[in-house]
Each structure stands twice: as C-alpha cells, then as structure tokens.
C-alpha cells in the first residue's frame, strides 16, 4: 500500500524533554509538511519541505525542527523551548509541491 | 493573505436529508481550492478540488462542491446524507498560479448526521 506513516500514534513526555515524531511515505512525493492541529484553530502548518536537504518556516515554527536528509522520510522534533506542545501532529506530502495533499494517521502527543 | 471561512461550528442534518457545508474564501488571482474530511483521530481524508473548468465538481463518496467566483465561495454538498458522513470537514485554498503555494485550512465544520 502506498501512504504516509507516521508514529507513534500515541505519545507522552514530560515538561523539558525533547521529542521526535516519525513521519515516511513512499508515494514518491517531493514535498512534505507538518501541521499541527488544535480544537477550533484548525491546522496551522509548522514546516515544509519541497526537496531534500532543503525546508522552509512555516506559520509557528518556533520550538520546533526538522531534516530533510531522505525524500521518504521529514521527523518533526518538537523541543523544549515549545510552549504549548500538546497537540495533533499531522504529517502530509504533495506531488511536486501541488495539488491535493496527503495526509498520515497524525501522532497525538500529551506532554504534562 | 489568503483565508478561509467556514461560518458554521456544526452542520445538524436528518439521515436521507441533502446536507450543505459552506466555505467562502480570499485568495489572490485564481484559486484553488480543496475539501477534506477528517474522522475521529484520523488524517485527513481528500474529497475533491476546483482548478478550472466547470463550477460543479463531484467527488468522492457522493460529494460535489459548487464553485461561485462572485461570492467566493465553495459549498459543499450532498443529495442524501448518510450517518457514516458525520465527520469533521475542511476547506482549504491556495493561490492557483506559481509553483509552491501555501496552503490555507479552514477550522472546520463538524457535520452530525441524525439517524
């Protein structure tokens, strides 16, 4: 089957520590993204990728990082300077950077 | 800056009933414009997209969305709604020209399906 994974699907972290979030796909996809999901605020994209070894800011990338260093895969670490990290982490990716976007399962994480 | 409204919290529709989600939009020049549905816990699911062309675009699961250039808008629609289509729905634009384009979400509408 083709897709994007991500995982784990559930994870906990306390307060200070740094985490990653696994995302791949094999759908031969150029770009990839993040977006991060909280009630009522729909989803606001935390970075992008449209070619390995190269990404781009988006709206609230502060407290977070990413690599880029395979076309399949784009880990999201979210780090300890994030204020408010517990979200729905979604993973997506485009063919070329166009058209509609694929999206993974997403990854909640709970941090307390 | 582009955006886009989704002006209802929640969609309430009888089972059978024809269901109406409503998004308009603010984009610069053309638009290009998406809808998803996202289940409980899950990604995002596409359902269809306006580039050019005709303003009624069918998708899938029975979907179809009406682009209105004058009022911005791109509703999405349904004859008969099913309870399986409870779900939450997302609009999403972005501009139709260049390469890479940001894309922009609505924050959704949570539409229940009443058996």
């Known amino acids: 089957d083709g897709g994007i994974t991500q995982s784990p699907k559930y994870l906990f972290r306390k307060e200070g520590q740094n985490v990653t979030l696994s995302c791949e796909q094999n759908?031969?996809?150029?770009?990839m993204y993040w977006y991060r999901q909280d009630p009522g605020q729909g989803l606001r994209l935390i970075y992008y990728s449209q070619i390995v070894n190269d990404f781009q800011k988006g709206d609230i990338a502060e407290g977070y990082s990413v690599s880029r260093e395979k076309k399949e895969s784009f880990p999201l670490t979210v780090t300890s300077a994030q204020k408010n990290p517990t979200a729905f982490y979604l993973c997506?990716?485009?063919?070329?950077?166009?058209?509609?976007?694929?999206f993974g399962p997403g990854t909640r994480l709970t941090v307390t | 800056a582009q955006s886009v409204a989704q002006p209802e919290d929640q969609v309430n529709v009888a089972e059978g009933n024809p269901l109406t989600v409503k998004c308009t939009y603010s984009v610069s020049g053309n638009p290009y414009l998406f809808w998803y549905v996202q289940y409980p816990n899950r990604g995002l699911q596409f359902l269809l997209k306006?580039?050019?062309?005709?303003?009624l675009v069918k998708g899938s699961y029975g979907f179809e969305a009406e682009f209105n250039k004058s009022q911005t808008s791109f509703h999405l629609k349904k004859p008969s709604a099913l309870v399986s289509d409870s779900a939450l729905y997302f609009c999403a634009v972005r501009p139709l020209s260049g390469g890479y384009q940001k894309v922009t979400f609505g924050i959704g509408t949570k539409l229940q399906v009443i058996p």
């Open positions: 997506a990716s485009t063919d070329r950077g166009r058209g509609e976007q694929y």
């Open positions: 306006y580039i050019t062309g005709d303003n």
């Open positions: 759908l031969n996809h150029d770009a």
